[in-house]
């Protein structure tokens, strides 16, 4: 297997995860401003958002295309108290007893297209020989969850499928299309600045030099110290223009580490 960076805490992300991790990317990012411009209606429609996020993940934990790495930490709770986001009673995941271990922060990678890891870093079952680091607390275990079909009420819909347009086509502007990419990095707030985000940060990053391949992202303002104290570099920026809907609009900027900007 060519070589990847040791996992330290995390662990890679297997079937029994993708529901806690769906109540934790629905925790963190609805402070991101793409939640805003993206999500408009989860007030009224927060299983919706819950369920949007738990399909995006479910999908790349079982792509061969992609890394999902997890964080865990003792569970508060009183987690949701610390959060804006809704997240729904009775939506399927079942809390751990006080002192408890979670889930607390997820990042996804998508490999470069020439990558040789490959539906190398995957954990379809859970086992506890796919670890390749310290893990102290049990293996997930169990089976993908049946999810349904999303009728997706709380998008603005025009606005989620323009934003992925709209990211794919700076990538290619900028020659970025041979890059890994952090496709998805967050941290339930309630577990914030506790150093999980620079952790699951790192992992991608560490990988991408030893494959000796630039590292793309996508990344708004809160995230921006924590990229380019790792060492990336701001190559363009990604905007939507403001418009009847929202007219604030959304921006955020495409860095880099490895690529020619660092070099330059
Ligand atoms: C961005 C995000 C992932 C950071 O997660 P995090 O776990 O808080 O990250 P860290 O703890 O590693 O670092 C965050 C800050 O806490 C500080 N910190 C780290 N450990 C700390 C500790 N033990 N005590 C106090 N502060 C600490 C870091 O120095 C850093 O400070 P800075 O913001 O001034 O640079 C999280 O805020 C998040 O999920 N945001 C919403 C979603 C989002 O924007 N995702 C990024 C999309 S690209």
Known sequence: MAPVPP??????????????????????????????????????????????????????????????????????????????AIIPDNNGWTAPEAGGKVIVGVVSVKLQPSSAHKGKLKNHEGQQSLYLGVFPSPPAVGSYPDLPANPGRDLNRRHYDGWGTLAADARKKNNLDGDSIVSMLVVHPAYWKRGHGTRLATWPRDLSVLDKVPQCVSSATMSQPLFLSLGYRQVDSIAAEGDGDDPDGVCTALLEHGGTAQEA
Do not use: C, M
Request: negative net charge; glycine residues 6%.
């Open 7 to 84: 996992l330290g805490t995390l662990r890679i992300a297997g079937p029994a995860d993708v529901l806690r991790i769906g109540i934790v990317a629905a925790a963190g990012f609805r402070y991101s401003p793409l939640f805003r411009w993206e999500r408009p209606h989860h007030q009224d429609f927060p299983d919706d958002t819950l369920l949007s996020y738990r399909t995006q993940f479910l999908n790349s934990v079982k792509s061969d295309d992609f890394v999902v790495l997890v964080q865990e930490d003792t569970y508060l709770p009183n987690e949701n108290d610390k959060t804006s």
